[in-house]
């Protein structure tokens, strides 16, 4: 299971592309790939999500991910988080959940397991030293510094950056019969890419769930066009 930005908004996240996205298209197709201007939630991406961006000015990307931050303090679960919940109650470590979201909301429908590719909005890590990522959710108006005297950076994987746990990704992808999709536009790698993998495999179904067709569409073996939340509790019978 792959979630993207689209399982979040019906929870008042922006997306960054599609209808009321906070990005414009082609802001960089790849994590690790070249990133082009565009403007992202009103900032340009080179900016605020680059670590060029953060060694030119740590304290304007401070500030845009402490709003975030504040922001992410009053949304809820939907109806969409809450069904992949059930449904690892349900089936247990047979479903592997991972995320594009930096957003803590499948962990607060109670989600136990969950792999963030792209790290994690509350937390923290030095920009330097190998102290273990925490739990931060604090807001700062100026860049907090760790103990080794280094500046502290939100724990985000920025575009130029590989994303996290990719060798456990792909292990669930070799062992994997059905791979489903919710909200992703398939703009960028290389979590864009898993259903291609897949289908080059030719063992799982795969499955889009999502407003609109995504741009790897091709790849699956069907879309389901709609609301996350309206789909998939009735796509894993969850009520
Ligand atoms: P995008 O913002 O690219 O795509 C969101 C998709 O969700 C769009 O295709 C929308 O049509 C769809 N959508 C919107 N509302 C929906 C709803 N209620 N139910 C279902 N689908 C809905 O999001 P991602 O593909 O997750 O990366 O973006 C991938 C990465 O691009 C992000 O993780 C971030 C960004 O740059 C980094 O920060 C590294």
Redesign the pocket.
């Known amino acids: 299971m792959l979630t ?4 979040s ?2 929870s008042g996240v922006r ?7 906070a ?1 414009s298209a082609g ?2 197709r790849s ?1 690790q790939g070249g990133a082009s201007i565009a403007l992202w939630y009103e900032h340009r991406l080179e900016d605020v ?1 680059t670590p060029e961006g953060f060694e030119r000015d740590p304290q304007l990307v401070w500030r845009f991910y402490s709003e975030r931050r504040k922001l992410a303090a009053s949304v809820q679960p939907n109806p ?1 988080h809450l069904a992949l919940a059930k449904l690892e109650e349900r089936i247990g470590e047979r479903l592997f959940l991972c995320t ?3 957003d803590a909301l499948h962990e607060k429908a109670g989600s136990r397991e969950v792999l963030h590719m ?1 790290g994690q909005l509350l937390a923290t890590r030095c920009s330097k030293c190998d102290r273990a990522p925490f739990r931060d959710p604090s807001a700062y108006e100026s860049p907090p510094r760790c103990d080794c005297g280094a500046l502290l950076r939100p724990h ?4 130029g950056e590989m994303p996290f746990g990719l060798a456990q990704i792909y292990r669930a992808l070799e062992a994997c019969d059905l791979f489903v999709s ?7 790698y290389p ?1 864009a890419g898993f259903v291609s993998h897949l289908r080059h495999l030719g063992r799982a179904r795969c499955v889009y ?4 067709r ?1 741009e790897n569409a091709h790849s699956f073996d069907e879309c389901r066009l709609g ?3 309206e789909l998939l509790p009735s796509l894993f019978r969850i009520d």
Do not use: M
């Open positions: 993207g930005a689209g399982i908004a019906e997306t960054f592309r599609g209808a009321g996205g990005g802001d960089g994590p999500a969409a594009q979201n930096v792209h985000v994987v920025w575009f919710v909200g992703s536009s398939g703009a960028v979590a769930v999502g407003l609109e995504p609301k996350a939340g």
